[in-house]
């Protein structure tokens, strides 16, 4: 069958949360847990080579193999650093093996929700999708039962579903606008469909729909007015559920978002999102970036510059044309790496310190130098300096919007400039300086982290030109 | 679809938004899940309408889990919590309860002023029930966005939930594959609810959401 290694991303999470759900051992889970990512991994990278043909349900095209591909990896690396962060959590008896069967079962069940609605060529089945990975990751963060942990479940809940409830009304706008001219039916919700009919489909209907669609899904992004649950969600789950929250499930919303901005563009009488797009990925930059400097808790601060990161791709497909859709599309990807590796790094300083508040951490480069130098390194990656990814990618936006808009560019340029200054400050003070706090030995595995920090390094300085060419094809459908 | 038939699905329609509306002042639980239970009651008339008029068969299911699950089942299971916790003579309170009304209105309007025009080339049954289902939807989040306890913010997502699914339902011919699954992940949605519920009650004892606000101090 063609479908073959699309069914193995979707089907190997799936029946590996099954499996998981039944076993008590926690080495056992562990090792099992890596072992499926890393399966679900290997069947994406034969995507490339062969492309199944487009399905009712499922599809693999240009705009989405490269997410695919980032989504089983960083769900491989997560998966390493999760037995060694899990494994102390054990030890120190925050988690009992109860709990641990329902994590390691959530975690390849979120998995599969990101696969499928990264895989869906159906707007109601990516909807679906969408919302599993949404509930699957509420019970993550509220995995600790701690007050702080629930609120922050609870709170993620209510406005999760209150979001994705306004994307399925968007999504049945959309139907509306489709039904009189593909007919009724499950043809009038197939994506590859959808848009060989755009420029006939209604536009005044997809309009408002697109309105529900990006306050829906803009809530998933985390964007501005909207981000509530997001600060309170990254700080109180489990360290490898922020990784995966920031670097994946941001994406899979954006992505979601993404969709519909090409059928708005197929549409030849729709209004441009562009502006839409473009306030509220400022708000959300600027929002962020002074949020960055009241920060105590270091999770809550790597989470608001997630806030202000994807305000900036916001921002980037917003002004849209092929170099700012290939400037966001580049952040994208470096911002998924960079921010779970900071993560990775993160979550083994908290369990070193035993706190996640930065008051209690110090002179992290004197007392454990590889743990310091590599939350140096990652900072540095995602505050935009040269010679990491981020960096292209940011200045890359900043020249094109320049010659476009200067005034967008002066705020985008200063929101950016925030941002590193907030970061920059609270660096200096959890790297350098007295060292504070207790400093036990390090048991870790820096490999995820230092694999993921090697590509943004790697991507900041030669990107492959097969890369290169995927990312102008895609940014040019994007409009 | 013309004269009475159109008149019915209107109808019921209405009923929904009216009972949108009585869910906006019940300042006690019980009878805000009264109301509830006859929210879901509406609208499984008005999907069963909808199966009967646009003859497609497959709405049927799509109303009985409508009548069973969210009429039935899901009001009782929260009346008896609501009764275990002790806080069923409770009064909550509401703010500005006229105020809240007026913003209702408004948002009627508002929808059915926004919806109306945009929707003009479609056939009638479509566009009543799309701007009523908006009205449906918006007024449940005003619900959620008025109430400070966690059992009637549960509720008006579910009113939400239901104007939702009036839109589905109106919308000809939307694919089967969609409704299931909305009835399904209401279903899951639940069962996280009363997950969460239960914990809440059993870590705070009390389901007033106000007071988790407290735990963040200092949490910065």
């Not at chain 1, 499996?19 to 990512?37: D, E, H, K, M």
């Not at chain 1, 705009?63 to 990896?73: A, G, K």
Request: aromatic content about 10%.
């Amino acid at each position: 069958m063609t479908l073959d290694p699309l069914l193995g991303i979707l089907l190997i999470p799936l029946g590996a949360a099954a499996l998981l759900a039944t076993i008590p051992n926690q080495r056992l889970s562990a090792a099992l847990n890596i072992a499926a990512s890393l399966a679900a991994l290997v069947c994406a990278a034969t995507l490339p080579l062969s492309r199944p043909p487009p399905h009712t349900f499922l599809m693999v095209d240009d705009f989405n193999i490269v997410f695919i591909l980032l989504n089983t990896f960083v769900a491989f690396t997560t998966s390493i650093y999760s037995a060694s962060y899990i494994a102390h959590e054990v030890e120190t008896g925050r988690v009992t093996s109860r709990h641990l069967r329902f994590y390691h079962a959530m975690f390849q069940l979120m998995m599969f929700g990101m696969n499928l609605a990264l895989a869906a060529n159906n707007i109601g089945l990516m909807w679906v999708a969408v919302e599993l990975a949404t509930l699957t990751t509420v019970m993550m963060v509220g995995l600790y039962r701690t007050p702080e942990a629930l609120e922050a479940a609870w709170k993620y809940f209510i406005l999760g579903s209150v979001g994705i409830a306004l994307a399925l009304f968007g999504t049945i706008l959309v139907y509306l606008a489709a039904r009189p001219v593909v007919g009724e039916g499950l043809d009038a919700m197939v994506w590859t469909t959808l848009v060989s009919h755009a420029p006939t489909l209604d536009p005044s209907l997809l309009n408002i729909a697109f309105v529900f669609l990006l306050l829906g899904y803009g809530t998933k992004v985390g964007l501005a007015p909207l981000h509530a649950w997001l600060p309170d969600a990254h700080a109180e789950g489990p360290t490898p559920i922020s990784a995966v929250l920031s670097g994946l499930l941001l994406n899979v919303a954006l992505y979601a978002l993404l969709r519909f901005k090409i059928l708005m563009a197929a549409s030849p009488g729709a209004i441009s999102p562009g502006p839409l797009l473009i306030a509220m990925g400022l708000v959300s930059l600027i929002f962020a970036a002074f949020m960055l400097y009241r920060r105590r808790d270091i999770k809550r601060l790597f989470a608001y510059s997630s806030i202000e990161h994807m305000g900036i791709i916001v921002f980037a497909f917003g002004m849209g044309g092929p170099l700012d859709n290939l400037a966001g599309l580049l952040q994208m990807s470096m911002h998924s790496l960079t921010k779970s590796a900071i993560f990775f790094i993160v979550g083994h300083i908290a369990q070193v310190k035993g706190t996640q508040r930065m008051a209690d951490m110090g002179g992290l480069t004197t007392s454990h130098p590889f743990l310091g130098w590599m939350l140096v390194a990652g900072v540095a990656a995602i505050a935009g300096l040269p010679p990491f990814g981020v960096f292209a990618s940011e200045f890359l936006l900043a020249t094109t919007t320049f010659a476009r808009a200067p005034w967008l560019a002066i705020v985008f340029v200063l929101g950016v400039l925030l941002a590193f200054g907030g970061l920059l400050l609270r660096l200096t003070d959890i790297a350098f300086g007295e060292v504070k706090g207790p400093i036990p030995p390090v048991r870790a595995s820096y490999l995820p982290a230092i694999a993921h920090l090697a590509l943004v390094l790697a991507a900041g300085i030669w990107l492959p030109p097969p890369l290169i060419a995927w990312f102008q094809h895609v940014a040019a459908i994007l409009g | 679809m013309t004269g009475i038939s159109f008149d019915i699905s209107h109808m019921l329609a209405g009923f929904l938004v009216l009972l949108s509306f009585l869910m906006l002042y019940q300042v006690r639980l019980p009878p805000l899940l009264n109301v509830l239970a006859a929210h879901a009651f509406a609208l499984s008339l008005s999907v069963a309408w909808q199966a009967h008029t646009q003859d497609a068969p497959h709405l049927y299911i799509t109303a009985a889990i409508a009548l069973l699950f969210k009429a039935i089942l899901v009001p009782w299971v929260l009346r008896r919590m609501v009764v275990r916790m002790g806080i069923h003579r409770e009064i909550e309170n509401v703010v500005g309860i006229g105020l809240t009304m007026l913003a209702a209105m408004a948002l009627v309007a508002l929808s059915l002023e926004f919806m109306l025009p945009l929707t003009a080339k479609a056939d009638p049954v479509v566009r009543e029930d799309i701007a009523l289902a908006l009205s449906v939807v918006l007024i449940g989040l005003l619900l959620m966005v008025t109430r400070r306890n966690a059992v009637s913010q549960v509720v008006g997502f579910m009113s939400l939930e239901n104007g939702i699914n009036l839109a589905a339902t109106g919308a000809r011919g939307m694919p089967l594959v969609v409704e299931i699954s909305v009835a399904f992940s209401v279903l899951i949605a639940f069962i996280v609810i009363g997950v969460f519920l239960f914990r809440i009650r059993e870590r705070f004892d009390s389901v007033d959401v106000g007071t988790l606000h407290m735990f963040r101090g200092g949490r910065q």
